[in-house]
């Protein structure tokens, strides 16, 4: 009941932010806010939750589609609950970067957010693949809006980009899905899109493997990872900032936790035959986009390829499969979700302050704006992990378990550290350091951080380095998912099959 | 045989419809009112409705070796005739301000509906041409309606003419084919097909004959590569007119051709089945590539149809592999989406229309989102569900699409299936997007006064049933599966 209660909040709230603009065109933003606050509390309740040994905290099926043993099946556990969390809290936080930036359509705009939000949740609980499908669309539309409508120069193209993309790359996964509720319906005689009984279908052979690849495509379309990211640059660059920060923060995990959650149980035997090529891509991913962050001038292109070459790490975890591999995962999902956003609200922060987002034209802004420049400083340390932050702790895991999996894509990650420091000190030093510069553009409007920017960005600081310091309160909340999901899969270690 | 009046019950909502006609043409003759004939189509056209609804559960026979009243010809009869209605709703204000007699457009239209009727009752090639050639007349006339209009918005003479000598041809073809077929079996039932190989002439005959009959259909549901009358018919149409050609035309005439094949069984010659599968893999392809180089509203709708009607078609091919009815409810179930989607999108555009100014130009819907949102809100679903995404009935459509392709293994199709939506995709959201764009520079519509209330109303409605079937389609579903065992 309570999942349903987080979701409806969302999909109610974003009605009522719509309406309330009727009233008044600053009400839409309070009422969002109202609504992801509201949400994030509820959520508390799941956080202290102890699962009783099936890791399983809180579920609820109920029928929907007899015809096709579709039901309306929501769960949570561990995973799901560490997962939501992230969405509400830079829900928020999305909320308060657009507080004075959209200030057209404001109703509608909070509608879509809000929507996208909801149907992130939904995605992080469906345990049925059909309703799973259907989140999973349902938060690309309000989304497609938000870049489509509040976005910069270019947004038609960029929204129509993302959408395509994500869309046709989803229908293969529904192919998948059907693909799969058809083997149970040989295997078992009857239709069902249920996740516990499909994890029970034989998924052995050709077919197998092709099912797996339409999740495996929709999965890391959405990641994103190599070669299908070419959406991602373009769809940042062009969003609002709060649309980066939902992309960035949550959108793109959704993909990951697919590809835990989905992709490798459902089809262990084709994902061990396909760990290979997975983690080659992850490594082609990490280093490849950390070189072309490194060729852009614009500063949220290079950020959205930064972002990729990070979530390569994601899937090298996953395709890793084993205890502290996946751990790393969520806690690079984690903490990506909180650096990636706050680097995209500093680089839109700027943009609505100088209206360029091209760093040939900036420089020495250390001088002008000191705060920025050191929560930039700061954002920039944690994304290229530096120890103490979250994204080392994540990262440093990932490669712990994928050493255990291949050495040889090990070393050729780490060298993505390497990068990652390298790109990001650049930036700074371009943008902060040096001789104030000023080639073309209006600075009347380059103020420091206010301080309600100071408050967001410190609670995202401050959830970062608890992160670093203390990750065991988030590693303790999934590990038992985790554990559950090596046994389900016989504790397949991809070392066997990966040694290249 | 037809012996007591008792026979006759089923045949109800085609006598009402009928009668409806007469009671229109009479009421003309008597004295002209567009109100009241109006009103008078409305009514009957809901009585048929209402009455199939009633009869749907009793009702199963054969009457007179030509109409076979079944569940399944009275779910069709009903969203015929619902349709139809909705159809006559929505023509009502295009056609108020028409400076010509207006009268005889719902007289037309009734008749057009009896033709539907009796083809989605048929199984007999009798009653097919029959019914076939009383819609197609009726459209003839209803294309053409604003002919001599001097104000007339669009080129009704070309759309009609075009569509007249095309229709006529693929008559001829369907006809010949029956000749074929009555030559050697001396029947005119659908079942006579099979006995054919049998009759000595081989199977090169036998398909010869079905190739006929099945291309000659193919031209009426516009499918590749027999679709080039469709774009030009539909821009140059009346909307009202363009929306029942899209949706009663091409629903009547799928569920003749899916009775025909299933009946005949044709597709257990692999030709057919070659010869079906390219088709359907040509319409997905022609029909949204082609979309995407057009700027009209009314042409993109009409090769959108073309995609849609090839993505039916491929679930067409799945029947033949699928063992159940898992085919031939997505067949119905699609059917219906595509029904109530079409109706919507050509409904919007024409509430802002008239006969004197269509909007079907994308361009003139810039900012439509802002200066009329509940409007938009409607065109924004239906063409989503056109476009298959979730919470709409289009999405479940698609479903039961990919669904019986995948138990049939049509692995190739899929392919198609997948690229030709991605394609889509484009389109659609190039629309959605103009809708969205700021206010500039553009027309005001057509505020129509108290005479276009019932239009919003009948939108209301079919977005409603969009979103009803899209989110909950059990109860659909489970009609739609009971009838499609009677196939």
Redesign the interface.
């Known amino acids: 009941m309570i999942l349903i209660v987080l979701i409806s909040i969302l999909f109610l709230g974003g009605v009522l932010a719509w309406l309330s603009e009727g009233l008044d065109s600053k009400f839409p933003r309070v009422v969002a806010l109202t609504a992801v606050v509201i949400d994030l509390l509820v959520m508390m309740a799941l956080v202290g939750a102890d699962p009783d040994g099936s890791a399983w905290i809180v579920q609820l099926n109920a029928?929907?589609?007899?015809?096709?043993g579709i039901s309306f099946h929501l769960a949570a556990d561990g995973l799901s609950v560490l997962m939501m969390v992230l969405t509400a809290f830079l829900g928020i936080i999305a909320v308060a970067s657009a507080w004075d930036e959209i200030t057209e359509?404001t109703g509608f705009f909070y509608f879509n957010l809000l929507w996208t939000l909801a149907g992130v949740i939904g995605v992080f609980t469906a345990l049925d693949l059909?309703l799973f499908?259907?989140f999973w669309?349902?938060m690309l539309?309000p989304m497609?809006?938000i870049i489509?409508?509040w976005g910069h120069e270019n947004k038609?193209y960029a929204?129509?980009k993302f959408?395509?993309f994500t869309?046709?790359s989803g229908?293969?996964m529904?192919?998948s899905i059907?693909?799969l509720?058809?083997f149970h319906y040989v295997q078992f005689g009857w239709f069902s899109f249920d996740y516990f009984d499909l994890l029970k279908v034989n998924t052995s052979g050709a077919l197998g493997m092709w099912a797996m690849l339409g999740f495996f495509v929709a999965f890391s379309t959405k990641l994103p990872s190599f070669p299908f990211h070419s959406w991602l640059p373009d769809a940042h660059s062009q969003a609002p900032t709060a649309g980066s920060v939902i992309l960035a923060g949550v959108l793109l995990k959704t993909g990951a936790y697919g590809l835990i959650r989905f992709a490798v149980p459902l089809f262990p035997e084709a994902s061990m035959q396909f760990a290979p090529f997975a983690m080659t891509l992850a490594v082609i991913s990490i280093l490849y986009c950390a070189k072309v962050a490194f060729a852009q001038t614009d500063i949220k292109r290079l950020i959205a390829y930064t972002s990729i070459s990070h979530m390569g790490f994601v899937m090298l975890g996953i395709y890793a499969w084993n205890e502290q591999a996946l751990q790393g995962a969520v806690m690079t999902m984690l903490a990506h979700g909180l650096s990636a956003a706050a680097l995209f609200m500093l680089a839109g922060g700027l943009q609505h302050r100088i209206h360029t987002r091209d760093m040939d034209h900036m420089g020495g802004f250390w001088a002008k704006v000191p705060r920025l420049s050191f929560v930039a400083l700061f954002f920039s340390i944690a994304a290229l992990g530096m120890p103490g932050l979250g994204n080392f702790v994540g990262e440093f895991l990932v490669l712990l378990g994928a050493f255990q999996a291949s050495i040889a894509f090990t070393v050729a990650a780490a060298f993505g550290l390497i990068f990652a420091s390298v790109y990001s000190l650049w930036v700074i030093q371009k943008i902060f350091h040096g001789a104030y510069r000023n080639s073309n553009f209006d600075d009347t409007h380059l103020s420091d951080l206010s301080r309600r920017e100071m408050f967001y960005f410190g609670a995202m600081m401050i959830g970062l380095i608890w992160m670093g310091m203390y990750p065991q309160s988030f590693l303790d909340m999934s590990s038992a998912t985790l554990t559950n999901l090596l046994n389900e899969t016989g504790q397949l270690i991809f070392a066997q099959g990966s040694e290249l | 045989m037809i012996t007591s009046f008792n026979d006759l019950l089923p045949l109800l909502p085609l006598l009402i419809v009928t009668a409806t006609s007469v009671l229109v043409m009479l009421m003309i003759g008597i004295r002209r009112s567009y109100i009241t004939t109006g009103f008078i189509t409305i009514t009957g056209l809901l009585a048929a409705t209402l009455v199939a609804v009633s009869m749907m559960d009793w009702t199963n026979q054969q009457l007179t070796p030509l109409l076979i009243i079944d569940q399944y010809s009275l779910l069709f009869t009903v969203v015929v005739c619902a349709s139809s209605m909705v159809l006559a709703i929505l023509s009502f204000p295009y056609f108020f301000e028409l400076d010509d007699e207006r009268e005889e457009y719902f007289l037309l239209l009734t008749i057009a509906t009896i033709g539907a009727i009796v083809m989605v009752s048929s199984n007999h090639f009798v009653s097919t041409v029959l019914g076939l050639e009383t819609l197609s007349m009726s459209l003839y006339g209803m294309i053409a309606y604003p002919l001599h209009s001097a104000k007339s918005a669009k080129f009704p003479l070309e759309a009609s003419f075009k569509y007249l000598v095309l229709s006529a041809a693929a008559s001829a073809f369907i006809l010949f084919g029956m000749a074929l077929i009555y030559a050697q079996t001396g029947t005119l039932s659908f079942a006579s097909v099979s006995k054919l190989p049998a009759a000595g002439l081989g199977d090169a005959y036998t398909i010869v004959a079905l190739l006929m009959v099945v291309s000659g259909m193919a031209f009426k549901l516009s499918l590749a590569p027999f679709h080039m009358w469709t774009p030009d018919v539909y821009e140059g149409a009346p909307l009202p007119a363009t929306a029942y050609l899209a949706t009663v035309g091409k629903a009547a005439m799928f569920v003749v051709l899916l009775r025909f094949i299933s009946i005949s069984d044709a597709l257990s010659f692999d030709s057919m089945v070659t010869v079906l599968t390219l088709i359907a893999a040509a319409s997905m392809l022609v029909g949204n590539l082609l979309a995407l180089l057009q700027d009209n509203l009314k042409r993109i709708l009409a090769y959108s149809s073309i995609a849609h009607m090839g993505y039916l078609l491929l679930a067409l091919v799945a029947s033949h592999y699928v063992t159940g009815t898992i085919a031939v409810e997505a067949i119905t179930f699609y059917l219906i989406a595509y029904v109530i989607m079409s109706l919507g999108a050509f409904g919007v555009a024409s509430v802002i229309s008239s006969s004197e100014k269509e909007f079907d130009s994308i361009k003139e819907y810039r900012g439509l989102f802002w200066r009329n949102p509940l409007l938009a809100t409607a065109f924004i679903a239906m063409l989503l569900s056109l476009a298959g995404i979730p919470l709409t009935v289009g999405f479940i459509g698609k479903f039961y699409i990919f669904l019986s392709a995948v138990e049939a293994g049509l692995w190739m199709l899929l392919g198609v299936l997948v690229l030709g939506s991605g394609i889509g995709l484009y389109y659609y959201l190039r629309i959605i997007y103009r809708m969205f764009m700021p206010e500039k520079h553009v027309q005001p519509y057509r505020i129509s006064g108290v005479e276009g209330v019932s239009s919003y109303a009948v939108l209301a409605i079919l977005l409603f049933l969009l979103l009803l079937f899209g989110v909950y389609p059990a109860p659909i579903m489970s009609i739609v599966a009971t009838a499609s065992a009677f196939i």
């Open positions: 029928q929907w589609i007899p015809r096709f359509r059909f499908f259907f669309e349902i539309i497609y809006f489509a409508i038609n929204a129509m959408f395509i869309q046709v229908m293969l529904l192919i059907l693909v509720a058809y």
